[in-house]
């Protein structure tokens, strides 16, 4: 089993060495049905074998787990009850990528495709030359491998400087839904000049893990982690949203280099974390609400992720409230229901992540994570201005729902 283990990494390792896209042939996702008894074995599974899982959702009782072509891991996870939601993951991405280059075609928009790193900047600075004197462009500092992380602020113009809002995507590389949510949120406000800009500047960050974003486009679409090396280690690395200082280290989070979950060998040991949470912390004005844009499952969650246990109650009472102004406006778009509660209770546990920093190190009570709607890291094209309105219309109304309690 071991050797068959080592046998895929090679494959996985030497196919980037040439160039060439890493593959996926013979994968497949199943969505497990969870039940009362079932989860801890199918979790044993999956870390055992270190199997990327890719959602879950206890509320629907389900699980997604990618199955690498291994009769042995399919036998014992068959012993569950699934389905079948992607029967071969290369031929979904290439279908995904196929379908793309039918449509480039008769494409009209910026949100009608999922865009390069490069091309993102030359967006953002557009933005900027369209509307100097709402948007500012600022550097959150540099990646592992060297790229600058920017951010855009966004406000109504009138010179005085307000209380933030910050909003980052991208913190997962393959999720590249939150990459174009974020650049709509950002469009939006800019087209539309919502009242809550009288209130707040906008801080958002599209992508906060360039380098995996870069990667996932030019060498392994499935890429979650940023691209730092772990000494000792032959695999590359690190979960940023692992990497927090906040509870670092706990459970839900690997101390194994080759894990999609690694949380580095020591807490904000990445470039990336190190950037963010110094760029956070210093904004002077405080922050009145943050964001971190995930996908997919749909849900809307606030703190904790790290522990089963929830915030004192007068601040889950705030953050109730928040989440259910989301959870209304969202579905009042596309009519899909986001699951809210705290992370633990509604995804899993998961220590050391951005969320649990900004309410347990900052105090900023409204700090919450989405995931997406959707089936798959790979979503169409067809995806991007649906799910964009819906997440659009969940962060007014959150911000919104903050201004009236001022
Ligand atoms: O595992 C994660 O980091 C998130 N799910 S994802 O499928 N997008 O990877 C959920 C994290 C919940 N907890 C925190 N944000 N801390
Ligand atoms: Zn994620």
Known sequence: MQVLLLLFTILSVSSTISGEKVKYNGYSVLRMQLN????????????????????????????????????EILKLIQRHTNKVSIADVEEHIQLIEQNAQVLSKKRQGFFDYFPTFAQILV???????????????????RTYQGTMIKGIRISNGNGVQKKAIFFQAGIHARE???????????????????????????????VFNVDGYIYTHTTDRLWR????????????????????????????SSPNPCSETYRGPFSVSSPEVTAITGYVSSISTGVAFFLDIHSYAAMFMSPWSYTYAYPPSADFAVQSRLMTAAQ??????NGNVYAIGSAANTIYIASGG??????????????????????SFIAPESDILRLGREI???????????????
């Open 176 to 206: 590249w839904i939150t990459v174009t949510t974020a650049l709509y949120i950002i469009q939006q406000l800019l087209v539309t000049s919502p009242t809550v800009l009288n209130t707040f500047d906008f801080y958002i960050v599209p």
């Open 225 to 252: 982690k940023n691209r730092q090396p772990v000494s000792g280690s032959s695999c590359f690395g690190t979960d940023l949203n692992r990497n927090y200082e906040y509870m670092w280290g706990g459970e839900g």
């Open 354 to 375: 951005s969320r649990d920093y900004t309410y347990g190190t900052l105090g900023i009570i409204p700090s919450f994570g989405v995931e997406i709607f959707g089936n």
């Open 36 to 71: 009362s008894t079932n989860y801890l074995d199918i979790k044993s599974i999956a870390d055992h074998y270190n199997l990327d899982i890719w959602a879950k959702n206890p509320v629907e009782q389900w699980m997604d787990i990618m199955i690498p072509p291994n009769q």
């Open 123 to 141: 967006w953002l600075d557009t933005q900027n030359a369209l509307y100097p004197t709402r948007t500012l462009i600022f550097d959150v500092g």
């Open 328 to 333: 209304d406006a969202i579905r009042g778009v």
């Open 392 to 406: 659009y219309a969940g962060v007014v109304a959150v911000a919104g729902g903050i201004t009236n309690s001022n």
